[in-house]
């Protein structure tokens, strides 16, 4: 693990909506708009999104899929509770990624991430798919 950086594991809020179950300890800096957690031979970026329309988790899945580019395979939908999942490898500047797409009413959180070892990969497909919405209730909502 790299020192200068802090170290997160086990369930991590991405923001007030959304939370991520980390099986690994992961180094935590941001990138722009974007989380990154790392180690050794795997990179997980992560990009959070508030509702940009009206459409239900599934609808967005559907037009999400109707732009993936040619070289998106091994895609994978699912329904889970409230949120629906897209996930598929696809090519991105020569390297091949793990990309997800976790829809809710309320946004989405996408997840792309850099295996360099294949011994990585079960631990990004888990982290994929632990994201789930998980709204902090504000003090204003007790009643």
Request: proline share 5%; aromatic share 6%; net charge negative.
């Amino acid at each position: 693990m790299h020192p200068d950086f802090p170290i997160v594991q086990g369930s991590y809020r991405l923001s007030p909506a959304w939370v991520v179950d980390l099986p690994v300890e992961l180094n935590r800096r941001l990138d722009g708009d974007e989380l990154v957690l790392w180690r050794a031979g795997l990179s997980l970026r992560f990009t959070v999104q508030t509702g940009d329309d009206d459409l239900a988790p599934v609808e967005r899945i559907a037009r999400e899929r109707l732009v993936l580019g040619e070289g998106a395979r091994d895609v994978e939908e699912e329904e889970d509770g409230d949120v629906a999942r897209m996930t598929f490898t696809d090519d991105e500047e020569d390297r091949e990624v793990l990309r997800a797409f976790v829809f809710h009413d309320a946004g989405h959180v996408e997840v792309v991430a850099h295996v360099d070892e294949d011994v990585h990969e079960p631990t990004a497909r888990a982290v994929m798919a632990s994201v789930r919405h998980s709204a902090v209730a504000r003090p204003s909502d007790a009643a």
